[in-house]
């Protein structure tokens, strides 16, 4: 079984490297991304990610133990790394409204640059019972829900937030961030727009923003 942690197994010292001076699981993650993205699917082959990358195909199940761990690794560099940045906006001294607005144009914007995330969760949560679906929940979630714990707190605290779940603001929260970029066939095929650019990234994280915002404001 894979490690929940195989993404940083590419970064370790002594791994060998690419002539430009990058690791080989880097640059394997890189390749997966790159395709991901051209494609609009998460329906690849580890001879097409090798050739692509330059690179024997043989390394992916090094690096990664196969497909699973390749999405783990992707998941843990694409959404993992911005956690430090989250726990220093709840730390911020910033009133929780600026915070929440903060976040959750953060979290559009992950979505935005990786486009591929919601499927590689989908696809390592089917079951809910297995390996991938803690990982999602233990290294995604948990750090989320935190997060938006702390600051719903606060801003009940300063008196702008009435009581709110953390639970259910938490699903309200991903599920108004993630659709937009799940439904790309509505997009398409209902409202004729053929791609997320970065105009309509903004504009929805407005959207979203004013959604949220006026939903748990206090009643005054």
């Known amino acids: ?21 990058r690791h080989s699981g880097d640059v394997l993650l890189d390749t997966a991304s790159a395709l991901m993205i051209e494609r609009n699917s998460i329906n690849f082959t580890f001879a097409e990610i090798a050739a692509r990358a330059g690179l024997n195909s ?39 409204e600026e915070k929440l607005t903060r976040h959750i144009q953060a979290i559009i914007k992950v979505y935005f640059e990786h486009p ?8 390592l949560s089917q079951e809910v019972d297995g390996e991938g679906a803690r990982f999602i929940s233990e290294r995604v979630v948990q750090p989320l829900a935190r997060a938006q714990g702390a600051i719903l707190a606060q801003g009940e605290a300063e008196g702008v937030f009435r009581r709110i779940d953390p639970m259910l603001f938490y699903f309200s929260l991903i599920g108004a961030c993630d659709h937009l970029f799940q439904a790309r066939y509505a997009l398409k095929w209902a409202f004729g727009v053929a791609d997320i650019d970065d105009a309509l990234r903004r504009d929805y994280a407005r959207h979203v923003i004013a959604l949220l915002l006026d939903s748990v404001r206090a009643t005054r």
């Open 58 to 96: 043989a390394l992916i199940h090094y690096r990664f133990g196969g497909k699973a761990g390749l999405f783990r690794a992707l998941i843990d560099r694409d959404v993992g790394g911005t956690f430090p940045t989250l726990d220093e906006l709840v730390a911020a001294d910033l009133p929780a």
């Open 116 to 123: 591929y995330l919601n499927r590689l969760i989908a696809a």
């Open 1 to 21: 079984m894979p490690s929940l942690t195989a993404g940083t197994t590419a970064r370790g010292p002594g791994k060998p490297r690419k002539r430009d001076g």
